[in-house]
């Protein structure tokens, strides 16, 4: 990537988007065999009722990979010309090389830049906002933002209270420079963290403050979550993030065609829309099919509105995120397809 500014500005254009999910699908009647659950109880409490499984061999970059072709076959666009890859991920190949960079390479971007970005189930949303500031700032014109999860791999089977919740997917959008007078573009992010409340939501192993050479097994390796203090604050976080965002708009809810939400519980989802007073008809969910696809859900769920005519040229999106960090994002953008 080589960033000139130029001194033309541009408004970044969300024009494609794509999706893979792995084949293997797990229902909640599968974990019950597994674990002591209930398909009852996962859906009455969560609205999930079965999930996407990696195969043995496949990792983050190998969905993200393929997530990356369907974008770009969808915007019709070769990837020699994207210069930036982010890719969102809870679950990188490795510490590095970046996931960003092995997916990079393998669809032939190579005169991108790539790296990973760790904001949990947030990380979408952080992407866009970074794509479209690159954008805008003139730093890059074709910015590939992805999401890929193997959420699987870290989930500790042996606590039945998180590991119905996750599954593992991949997806992503592609954002380019547009021309200001024929681009809606986006019209403002609102981003957050609260690392004072980071162990709420924790992979504690891995990193440098607990090497896995020193503690290679054990619960270090997988999530840990505090569920009720995490619904509380997605609840609030939800409500909150998008209120402020709207309401620094000057933006009446009726304006937002669709709401995509980050897909972890229909409760908090169901809590947040009617906070928002926006019509449930406005709001798409896809959880109950793929669970919690942490960075990868938004845009899931994006490509799968509009395969369902739900998201359509022009439509206007709020999406909004939330999770490990603790952190959260929303987004106000319009879905402009070349
Ligand atoms: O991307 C960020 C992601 N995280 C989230 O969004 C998670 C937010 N939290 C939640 O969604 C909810 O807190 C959970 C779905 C995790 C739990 O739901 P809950 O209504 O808060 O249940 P609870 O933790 O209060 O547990 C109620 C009961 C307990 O039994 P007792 O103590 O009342 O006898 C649990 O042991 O449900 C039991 N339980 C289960 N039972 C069957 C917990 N997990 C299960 C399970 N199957 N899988």
Known sequence: ???????????????????????????????????????EWIVSRTGIRERRFAAPEEASSDLGIKAAEDVLANAG???????????????????????????????????????????????????????VAAIEAGLARCVLVLGAEVMSRILDFDDRSTCVLFGDGAAGALLVAGDPDQTAGFM?????????????????????????????TGEACYLQMNGREVFKFATRAMVDSARELIDSLEMPIDEIDLLVPHQANVRIIDHAVERLEISPERVYNN????????????????????????????????????????????????YEPL
């Open 287 to 334: 959880l109950e099919r793929y669970g919690n696809t942490s960075s990868a859900s938004i845009p899931l769920a994006l490509v799968e509105a509009r395969d369902e005519g739900k998201l359509v040229p022009g439509s206007r999106v709020l999406m909004i995120g939330f999770g490990g960090g603790l952190s959260w994002g929303s987004a106000i953008g319009h």
């Open 1 to 39: 990537m080589i960033g000139v500014r130029n001194g033309h500005p541009a408004r970044a254009r969300m024009v494609a988007l794509g999706a893979y999910v792995p084949d293997e699908v797990v229902t909640n009647d599968d974990l019950a065999e597994r674990i002591d659950t209930s398909d």
């Open 77 to 131: 666009i070769d990837a020699v010309d994207i210069d930036t890859v982010i890719l969102a991920t809870t679950t990188p190949d490795h510490l590095f090389p970046s996931t960003g960079a092995l997916v990079a390479d393998a669809i032939g971007a190579r005169n991108a830049a790539a790296y990973d970005l760790l904001t949990a189930c947030t990380g979408f949303v952080y992407g866009l906002a970074q794509g």
């Open 188 to 216: 403002g992010f609102e981003l957050g963290a609260d690392g004072g409340r980071g162990r709420e939501l924790i992979i504690e192993g891995g990193g440098g403050r607990l090497p896995l050479g020193e503690h290679p």
